[in-house]
């Protein structure tokens, strides 16, 4: 029990280190033309609720494209099955939150951060871009990015209350444990998926017809 407890708090302190510095929560300290990875999760909880880290994680994309300092948002996210999209989940509320189509691009094969970070770079073609979720999960991305030499930054959003906060940030601590295990362990390679293509700031296939 001791050993987990070490496990837990090493791969804690190791991700945030990682991170120290790189999260803002002004997105008006953006730099010009910034490109932003919107990391996915689910629109709705089991219970059919509204998901709060969902609707934060799209009005910190949306009042960072209003201050007209981001070029593009890649809204990557979980699409393996026919029932459950993410990315066009995030595409359709960032459109509700006044978000122009053309600044949109969406990755569907954002499986795990990991994925969508990779994907950042190797499939989108970007070196340097702003990383959006609740700053928990930031700082996972970060870790990640710095171990793949990709120079990101953070904006963080808000968190959710309650219970499913109390529930997501428990769960955190595992899937730091698991970040830093794929990273330093295993050297765990994200999925080779070849969806998309590197960005030209317009969307690269009709959203209309999305699966």
Sequence with gaps: MLFVLLVIFFSHAVVKHAAEGKIITDPRELPAGSVVLLLGTSRYTRSGAPNQFFHHRIQAAARAYET??????????????????EPLSMYNALREAGVDSSAIVLDYAGLRTLDSVWRMQHVFGQDQFVIISQPFHVERALFIAGHHGIGATGLGAENATGALHFYVRLREYFARVQAVLDVYLFRTEPEQTEQGSPIEFTPPFDVESAP
């Design 68 to 85: 007209g300092r981001v070029s593009a948002i890649v809204a990557s996210g979980d699409n393996s099955s026919a029932g459950y999209n």
